[in-house]
């Protein structure tokens, strides 16, 4: 298996990406020592690397150990610390033998020399003829308390740097569980059961097989044939070495675990693929290698959608403005891009992407699922209150348009044509010197002002609702649109502008009303509808007459003598004739109001003045142009980092 040069490929190809830093963006697979503190993990990480790590245990659970190993016909070792370049320097590629206790202890000097547990990682790599490939994480033991003198906060700490390695679901936890401990008190089994519920990918060993009693050895032999707790990738076991055999070579080592595995015919019951120090290590090469090949298609997956999401995070920042001429250039290039898309989209004038983007919108109201209310709901006081659209409604004309129609129909109400019995009771009040039978011009324009007040005010408050309406549309779409560093500066002058234009538009509907308190027309239909009422009026009174004093049609006509109360022009004529006035002229002047207000207010200074918008904007001081768009340091280091992370991600791709 480690002869096959596929293997060394793999396993070369993992460490090359780590060592471009792809794993401070993604999670790659990899092994990780955990355990508990004196649980055996050192000694664990010396058989599987044939390296002598140092048991002080004021250096050896401070830090991450991750060792990296390689076949090469050339012996040879480094070790790298993110962000120590000196120690990087001096450790970049030693050849011939080395001493770990010396590279651990200059580590240890780094890492910790201001705090207690360091969240970074040592790295070393290691070559030569013998070597098998393979890769594994040395984590800081898990502790439950602290001595005097020692950080309270080191506890959690440890606790934390480990559960990172844990819960990567990319990560095979080689959980380190003493003989003479039982499962039920294993701290790390009970952490790894956090994150991998089905222990798919948890695989414990066994250390110190040589402490237990003789008559618990059925019981561990028990739980190795993984009967006890059941491990999908089942148990390992090795007789690792004790502090009195600390300077026995590694070979003697073996030899004393080879010896101890054959001391009781029960270890036989172990497969030996499953026990001591030479058969852990192929199978943990092997279990890495798998592991390898299944997560690749999904890291590849992975590196194309960061390398894609750092480019349009790049792209929409646009290139770097250094000076303040970049940045009045990038400013007026925004303004044209904004009116361009703005004067569209207010003449209704949409892309096809725009269309594609926001077609839902439009289907919503137009089966009026917006959650807007008619304005002819029934409600008598809906008319001076208009519910506004409510939702995104990108397409402004459309939604524009059904706010006018609103207004239409609140303005043609018949409730606003005054009955007979009213328009008398408002004659008697407005009543001057005028003779029985007469109503003059400024009693007609009194009592035409009562309808007009009602208009006035239904009026400010649809168009109050349209211009709000508006306000709202234009900011979403400049937030949308506009580059987002200026975005403030866009915001603040459109509502400098749209704070000018409705004081224009109030002013405007009060002279448009002002206007319309002295009645003025010169419409044909007014004149006509008149005269046709008159008419019809005097040839149904003659008919009457008629018909009272000549009913048998056959007879010969006599004289006709018309009484006193055959005289129907009185104070209830000229009542009747007033409303008829009323009428025809309140249908007259309600259309032309509608158009005046509509074309006037929001047609004029909301939609064809939005030039004013923009000449607001070029007039805006250079300095606070300057203050949004050049690149802060913030900034530069943001797109300097997104630069490297792509870089990285490229390059790792290419590897794989």
């Known amino acids: ?391 995104n409604h990108h397409f402004i004309r459309s939604s524009l348009y059904r706010l006018y129609q609103r207004y239409n129909q609140a303005m043609n109400k018949d409730k606003y044509l005054l009955p007979a019995d009213k328009i008398s009771e408002l004659v008697l009040r407005y009543k001057g010197n005028e003779l029985p039978g007469f109503v003059s011009f400024t009693t007609f324009t009194q009592i035409y002002t009562e309808t007009l007040v009602c208009w006035r005010d239904m009026t400010k408050a649809h168009v109050t609702s349209m211009h709000l309406y508006l306000h709202d549309a234009i900011a979403n779409f400049i937030a949308f649109t506009a580059e987002p560093l200026l975005e403030d500066t866009l915001l603040l002058e459109f509502d400098k502008f749209y704070s000018s234009q409705i004081a224009k538009i109030d002013d405007t509907i009060e002279s448009i009303f002002t206007d319309e308190g002295t009645p003025f027309t010169l419409n044909k239909y007014y004149y006509d509808n008149i005269l046709n009422s008159r008419r019809e009026k005097v040839e149904k009174q003659i008919q009457g007459l008629l018909n009272k004093y000549q009913p048998n049609t056959n007879a010969t006509a006599a004289p006709i003598t018309l009484q006193k109360s055959d005289i129907n022009y009185n104070e209830q004529f000229a009542i009747e004739d007033l409303q008829e006035q009323l009428q025809s002229y309140c249908k007259v002047a309600r259309k032309r109001i509608v158009d005046v207000v509509l074309l006037q207010t929001i047609e004029r200074y909301m939609i064809k003045q939005i030039n004013l918008y923009f000449d607001m904007l070029i007039a805006v001081d250079d300095s606070a142009i300057s203050s949004r768009l050049l690149e802060s340091l913030a900034r530069t280091e943001r797109r300097q980092e997104l630069q490297d992370n792509a870089a990285v991600l490229r390059k790792s791709l290419l590897e794989l």
């Open 1 to 391: 298996m480690f002869e096959n040069p596929e293997y060394q490929d793999v396993i070369d190809k993992i460490n090359k990406i780590r060592s471009y830093g792809l794993n401070k963006m993604l999670t790659i697979p990899q092994i990780a020592i955990l355990g508990d503190q004196s649980s055996g993990k050192s000694s664990v990480l010396e058989a599987i690397t044939k390296l002598s790590f140092p048991r002080n245990i004021e250096t050896c659970t401070r830090f991450a150990t991750q060792v990296s190993m390689r076949r090469s016909e050339q012996i040879e070792i480094s070790a790298h610390i993110d962000d120590a370049p000196e120690f990087n320097e001096r450790y970049c590629a030693q050849v011939g033998e080395w001493d770990i206790h010396t590279i651990i202890s200059e580590a240890n000097s780094i890492l910790c020399s201001s705090v207690e547990i360091s969240e970074k990682v040592l790295e070393i790599t290691i070559s030569g003829p013998t070597l098998s490939p393979l890769t594994i994480i040395d984590l800081p033991g898990y502790i439950n308390t602290t001595v005097d003198g020692q950080d309270k906060g080191i506890v959690q700490t440890i606790r934390a740097i480990n559960t990172r390695y844990i819960k990567d679901s990319r990560t095979i936890i080689l959980a380190v569980v003493p003989a003479n401990v039982d499962l039920n008190n294993i701290f790390v089994l009970g952490e790894a059961e956090r994150y991998d519920p089905l222990n798919e990918r948890t695989i414990p060993i066994v250390t110190k097989p040589d402490t237990i009693e003789p008559d618990l050895l059925p019981s561990l032999i028990h739980t190795l044939l993984n009967r006890r707790k059941c491990m999908k990738l089942g148990y390992l076991v090795m007789k690792n070495s004790s502090y009195k055999d600390i300077d026995i070579s590694w070979d003697d080592a073996k030899q004393r675990e080879d010896d101890f595995f054959k001391s009781s015919m029960l270890w036989k019951q172990v497969p030996d693929a499953r026990k001591g120090r030479v058969s852990v290590k192929k199978f943990l090469g092997e279990l890495l290698y798998t592991h390898i090949k299944k997560e690749l298609p999904f890291l590849k997956k992975e590196i194309l959608e960061l390398i894609s999401d750092c480019e349009k995070e790049l792209t929409s920042m646009g290139p770097p403005v250094s000076n303040t001429a970049m940045a009045k250039v990038k400013y007026f290039e925004c303004i044209l891009k904004l009116k361009s898309a703005l004067t569209a989209l207010m003449d209704g004038n949409y892309s096809f992407e725009y269309i594609s983007k926001h077609k839902s919108d439009y289907v919503a109201a137009a089966d009026g699922n917006d959650g807007s209310v008619n304005a002819d709901d029934g409600d008598d006081n809906s008319d001076f209150a208009p519910p506004a659209l409510k939702g």
